[in-house]
């Protein structure tokens, strides 16, 4: 993976608005703001992982 595709990765949303229940719902209930309630990145789920690694292998960030 390139450098350019990782950080596109990174911030690419988890789930896709398209399979997203909640912004379903929000559409309904807020057809002209549709926001999603939860919104985690690629990059983020990668950091927890990574951290929950380092605290598993007994390392303080």
């Known amino acids: 993976m390139t450098r350019a595709e990782s950080e596109r990765s990174a911030t690419r949303p988890l789930v896709s608005a398209e399979d997203d229940p909640l912004f379903s719902a929000d559409r309904v ?11 985690i990145t690629v990059g983020e789920v990668e950091e927890i992982q990574r951290r929950a690694a380092l605290a598993k292998a007994g390392v303080t960030a």
Do not use: D, K, S, V
């Not at 209930?29 to 919104?39: K, S």
């Open 29 to 39: 209930h807020c057809p002209a703001g549709m926001r999603r309630r939860a919104t």
